[in-house]
């Protein structure tokens, strides 16, 4: 092989190596395009998750919020109704406060406690207050379980006599003085049966007013 034949083989070689490469750099573009295709479509699917996680994510907050609003009412609501309906009582701080302050008059007239008719809760109150009355040592005479209205305030006041006034509003007094609510109400005369003179009567209506 004279030198022109070798020059002419290396010629060729060279073309056909740069070939290869020129084919090959195209080949790793045209690669690299297609992988950084997929790259850029699996961050866009990434993204795409993520934003829905994150919605998905807030509603959730959102949703337990207002479930959470949602049993504070409830759990306010049953607490009214337990107060609404839970039977009426004398705590041992206002029966003690209340007998201190009950001991301290010589009533001259006797007390009676009317409950509503047919209302035991009412006539369980009317007991527990005349019982603590007795503690006082006042004349309480058997409870009326006849009364057929009701009243505003927890108990009610009605005198047979204007000269019970003053007792009266002495009672009123006390009574408030410990938290049991107490006023004179106007009553119809045939409210309470079997009214007795010289009495003062203090009526017991329902708990839950109608």
């Not at 850029?40 to 990434?46: G, Q, R, T, V």
């Not at 505003?152 to 006599?161: E, G, K, R």
Request: glycine letters at 6%; hydrophobic letters at 40%; proline letters at 2%.
């Amino acid at each position: 092989m004279n030198i022109e034949s070798s020059l002419a083989f290396f010629k060729w070689v060279l073309y056909v190596g740069m070939a290869l490469v020129a084919i090959g750099t195209i080949g790793v573009n045209i690669l690299s395009s297609k992988v950084d295709k997929k790259k850029d479509h699996k961050i866009d699917e990434l993204l795409k998750g993520n934003a829905t996680l994150l919605k998905n994510t807030e509603q959730y907050q959102k949703d337990l919020i207002e479930k959470d609003t949602r049993i504070q009412e409830l759990e306010r609501g049953h607490k009214n109704l337990q107060k609404l309906t839970a039977p009426r009582s004398i705590s041992l701080e206002q029966r003690k406060k209340l007998i201190d302050l009950l001991s301290s008059h010589k009533p001259e007239f006797q007390i009676i406690l009317a409950s509503r008719i047919l209302d035991e809760e009412s006539l369980n109150y009317a007991e527990t207050i005349a019982e603590t009355f007795r503690k006082a040592n006042w004349q309480v005479g058997p409870t009326n379980k006849g009364f057929l209205d009701n009243i505003q305030s927890d108990v009610a006041i009605a005198i047979t006599d204007d000269k019970q006034k003053g007792l009266a509003d002495e009672i009123a007094k006390i009574l408030n003085a410990v938290g049991i609510r107490c006023k004179f109400e106007k009553l119809r005369g045939e409210s309470i049966p079997g009214v007795r003179d010289n009495t003062i009567y203090l009526i017991v209506g329902s708990k839950l007013k109608k």
